[in-house]
């Protein structure tokens, strides 16, 4: 678990419910699975991480909140929606710890057919 409803700032102007925030943590788990990254090798208290997971939480929170076009959480929700792309472009394994010494192995089997 990478966040928890005690990580969203109180400064915001809407409330996050737990489901954005187990929604969040499942996300940054694919994220780096996406990476080739284990979630299980990294520290869950990385700062990036951690505000990869409060972006997203927000962002799910403003996106539930909208109502029409003109909406200002809909605003909100590009505005964090940019965000999100922009942290993600900076994690890499080296962010998140995991040099390239650690060494995966991967298995390898035969498919047959029949």
Do not use: W
Not at 22 to 39: C, M, T
Not at 53 to 58: D, S
Not at 68 to 88: G, N, V
Request: aromatic share 8%; glycine share 6%.
């Amino acid at each position: 678990m990478f966040i928890t409803l005690g990580d969203i700032p109180q400064s915001v102007d809407i409330e996050v419910e737990q489901s954005q925030i187990d929604e969040a943590n499942a996300y940054v788990s694919r994220f780096l699975l996406s990476k080739g990254i284990d979630p299980s090798q990294v520290d869950t208290q990385n700062p990036h991480l951690k505000q990869l997971a409060i972006t997203y939480a927000l962002y799910k929170a403003y996106l539930l909140f909208h109502r029409d076009k003109e909406s200002p959480y809909l605003e909100k929700a590009k505005e964090l929606e940019k965000e999100l792309q922009r942290i993600e472009s900076q994690i890499t394994s080296e962010v998140v710890g995991i040099t390239s010494s650690s060494g995966k192995t991967f298995g390898v089997f035969k498919i047959q057919r029949g």
